[in-house]
């Protein structure tokens, strides 16, 4: 039997590259604690995992639409 490699993903939230680890059965994600209302909100909001960084800073206390970068002159 072979090990579940990482899925490469690209953030909803953010548009970044991660790599999840929920298939082979660890994942940065396991450590973070989102209040069930969060977990509502982003499960109605988005049909994808999230990157970490973007769910650390859902879990203290960030928008769950970003705001988008400042243009570039």
Do not use: I
Request: with cysteine.
């Amino acid at each position: 039997m072979s090990a579940a490699l990482p899925l490469v993903s690209t953030c909803p939230r953010c548009g970044g590259g991660f790599e999840c680890g929920a298939a082979s059965g660890h994942c940065d994600c396991f450590e973070l604690v989102l209040s069930e209302a969060l977990q509502a909100e982003l499960a109605r909001r988005y049909d994808a995992c999230l990157c970490v960084r973007c769910l650390r800073e859902l879990a203290a206390g960030a928008s769950v639409t970003p705001t988008p970068p400042p243009a570039q002159a």
